[in-house]
């Protein structure tokens, strides 16, 4: 198994959360047990309640980043979600998304077309947590705690057909609790692709959680993808449908302007966006700029997807 070791854009230990005070966070969180309080918490919050006894999952040590982990508060209060608006702050807005019931549907070339609850989904598979680096193509960072299950595992169970190419993904539609799917002139719903290839590399991950427990409306329940090696915009949040397909999805921001947002959008220092700079990043929560990192520093695992695909935009 190929793994991410010592990768080149660790930071210096001083920067790193010292772990027993993350460790003492989670048990905390661990001792916030599934009953507490839910019937005074609002429908979307008791969803999440249900699965809160896969909380906090073992922690995969393999994606270690040696980065400070950005504070929870701001993980879950700078948000990019467009459902809910333009700004940032987003994440009251979004209480408003109800995950239950939450259907997950699985289709195209499949030997058998599946519909089933995102909690029997979760049900179904192993949860672990894995820190990853968020890069997000405005030029701005973070480093997350995620808990989820692999990619590649959801392949599995969907027993795609031999024919298929992409797995294309697609968020909730529905303009009544999401502002920002009455601004007509987005391409509603929101969509995304992967290879086949990139979907069942081991770092493509299916986000159910962070910090140890559910993961909150406004980063993406009850399910979202994350892709570190791909600019943010990829990892599809609130995620409904999973069609496997012979045709390249045309992705969200693709569609809106292809001349800035492609489909492989693969993190690289040198490409700049058309209006600005993708050599450094802001590390949101902090006053500082580091170097970005080409495929945000996870190459070893995934450079080799690319390979004899020069005359494809990979990089935007
Ligand atoms: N998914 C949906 N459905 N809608 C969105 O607007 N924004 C993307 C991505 N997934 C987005 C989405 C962008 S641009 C980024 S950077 C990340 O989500 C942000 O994830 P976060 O808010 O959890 O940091």
């Not at 692709?193 to 993406?220: D, H, I, K, S, W």
Request: hydrophobic share 40%.
């Amino acid at each position: 198994m190929h793994v991410v070791r010592r990768p080149g854009w660790a930071i210096p230990e001083r920067e790193v959360t010292p772990e027993h005070l993350y460790l003492d966070r989670r048990r905390a969180l661990g001792w916030l047990g599934a009953g507490a309080a839910a019937a005074a918490l609002p429908a979307s919050a008791r969803a999440n309640e249900l699965l809160a006894g896969r909380y906090p999952a073992p922690r995969n040590d393999t994606y270690e980043v040696q980065r400070a982990l950005t504070p929870e508060e701001t993980v879950t209060s700078y948000n990019n979600f467009y459902e809910f608006g333009s700004s940032k702050r987003i994440a009251r807005a979004a209480r408003a998304l109800e995950l239950q019931p939450w259907e997950i549907l699985i289709d195209g070339m499949v030997a058998e077309e599946k519909r089933l609850d995102v909690t029997e989904l979760i049900g179904r598979m192993a949860l672990e947590e894995r820190v990853y680096r968020l890069r997000c193509v405005e030029a701005w960072a973070m480093t997350i705690p995620w808990t989820g299950f692999p990619m590649a595992e959801l392949v599995k169970f969907a027993a795609p057909s031999s024919g298929a190419r992409y797995v294309r993904m697609e968020t909730f539609e529905n303009p009544r609790v999401a502002p920002g799917q009455r601004q007509f002139w987005y391409p509603w719903p929101y969509v995304e692709g992967l290879t086949m290839a990139e979907a069942t590399n081991e770092l493509a991950f299916l986000v159910t959680g962070l910090y140890g427990r559910p993961v909150p409306n406004q980063n993406g329940a009850p399910l979202r993808l994350a892709v570190p090696w791909k600019y943010g915009f990829k990892s599809i949040k609130s995620i409904k449908r999973f069609t496997f397909t012979d045709e390249r999805p045309v992705s969200f921001w693709e569609d809106l302007a292809a001349d800035e947002y492609g489909f492989w959008a693969n993190v690289n220092p040198e490409v700049p966006h058309p209006r600005w700079s993708q050599a450094t990043e802001r590390v949101v929560g902090s006053d500082e700029r580091v170097p970005t990192r080409l495929f945000n520093g996870y190459g070893d695992d995934v450079a080799h997807l690319y390979d004899g695909m020069e005359d494809e935009r990979l990089f935007m």
